[in-house]
C-alpha cells in the first residue's frame, strides 16, 4: 500500500466510523476534520468554481442574516452548526484524488458498517436495561435522537443493499441479513414520515433493479413483494408502530382538533405559525437565531392543548424549532436561503448517482418533517454526503497524448 492510499485509508476510515456513533467525548466533527485533512494531503490541486461560489455564498448569508437578528448570539450558533458543510463543500472542491470512485465507495460501506454496529449495540443495551419496549422508551445512550438514528439506518441499508445481487453467496446473505436488520431497527424507531419514506424508496429501488436485469424481473419483483408484505406486517403488528399508525391517522382525522383522545401533531401548529411569520418578512425572514424565540411567542397565543397521559401541556412550554427544513430557513434567512439551500440539494441530486443519490431523495424528504441543519447528527450526516458527493463527481482525468 502506498503511502498516499495509507492517508486515505485512515483518515476517511476515522472520518466514516465516528459519523454514526456521535460519541459526546469524541465528536464525529472531528472525524471530519481528519477526513477533509486527509484528502487535502492524497489530492492534488483541481479547482471547481462553480461549487465553490455556491457553498461560499450559502455560508456567507448565514453569517449576513445574523446581523439584522434580534439574537444574533443564537445565530451565531446556527452558523457554527452549518459550518461543517460548507467547509467540506469547498475543500472538496479544491482538490482531485486518483480512482476517486473506489474510496467513495470504501467511506460509504465503512459509515454502514459503523452504523450497524452502533444500532446494534444501542439495541441490545435497551433490551438489557428495559426488556422488550415500545420506540418511546428506548434509550439511544445519548447518542443520537429517534429521527437521527432512523436516518442514519436507512442510509446504511441503502449502502450495503448495493453488493446484494452479486454472485458471492456468503457475503450477499450476510449483508442482506445486515440490510434487514438496519431495516427492523428503522421499524421499531417507528419514525413516521421514515415508515411512509422506506417502502416508497423500496419500490423505486426493485423496480430499477428488475428494469436493469430484465431476464430476472419476476425474481426480483417476487423478492419485493415479499419484503414490502413483511415489513407491513411488522408495522401492523408490533406495537410501537402500530401505535404510531393510529396517531397518523388520527391526525388526519383531525388537522386542528382532537379526536379518540389524541392531539394533532403538533407540527400542524408550528408549520402553520412558520407560514405566516414567512408571508410577514418575505425577503431576509426574521435574521439567523431568532426563528425559534418568535415562533415560541406565537405558539404561546394558542389555545391548543396536548396530552401526556391526562396531563394537559402547551405548546410554548418548550422552544421547538419549525421541523421543517425549508420553514426554518425561510423563516430566519429568507427567499435567499431557501434559493441557496434548494441550489445545494439539487446540486447534490444531480451530481450525485447510484445510491448517494438514494440518500439525497432521503434527506431531502427527511428535511419536510425535521429541521435538519439545526441539529449536529444532520449537519454532519450533510456534510459527510457532500464530500462524498463531491469526490464521486469527479471527473477522470485524461492521459495525455504521446
Known sequence: MTKTHSYLHITGGIGA??????????????????MALGTLAAGRKNFRFAP???????????????????????????????????????????????????????????FAWATLAAWTFIFCKSLYLNGWVSYKEFELGGRLGVHFQSL?????????????????YGLSLLRAGAVLWLLFGVIVLSVRIHLIIVPIIATIRFWELSYKNKKNWKKILGVGSLALALGALLITTLPGPRERL??????????????????????????????KIITEHPVVGLGNGAGEFELNERLGELEVYFYRGKEAYTLDE?????????????????LVAVLLLAAIFLWGLFKSKGVL????????LTGTTESLLDKQAGALLIAFIVGLTALQSLKKRREPLS
Not at 17 to 34: Q, R
Not at 266 to 274: A, L
Open 152 to 168: 442514519y439506518l436507512i442510509a446504511a441499508a441503502l449502502i450495503l443493499e448495493r453488493k446484494i445481487w452479486r454472485k458471492t
Open 17 to 34: 466510523a465516528l459519523l454514526p456513533f456521535a460519541f459526546p467525548w469524541l465528536s464525529p466533527v472531528y472525524g471530519l476534520i481528519i
Open 318 to 334: 418548550f422552544m421547538y424549532d419549525f421541523h421543517n427544513i425549508w420553514i426554518q430557513s425561510w423563516v430566519e434567512s429568507g
Open 246 to 275: 393510529i396517531d397518523l391517522r388520527n391526525e388526519i382525522r383531525s388537522i386542528d382538533g382532537k379526536v379518540d383522545g389524541k392531539q394533532t401533531n403538533h407540527r400542524i401548529f408550528i408549520w402553520g405559525e412558520g407560514i
Open 357 to 364: 443519490r438514494y440518500i439525497w431523495l432521503l434527506l431531502i
Open 52 to 110: 465553490l461560489l455556491l457553498f461560499t455564498v450559502f455560508i456567507d448569508w448565514q453569517w449576513l442574516s445574523t446581523t439584522w437578528s434580534e439574537h444574533s448570539i443564537e445565530g451565531w450558533g446556527d452558523v457554527i452548526m452549518v459550518l461543517p458543510i460548507t467547509v467540506m463543500g469547498i475543500l472538496m472542491h479544491t482538490i482531485a484524488l486518483d480512482e476517486h470512485q473506489n474510496w467513495v465507495k470504501r467511506w460509504m460501506e465503512t
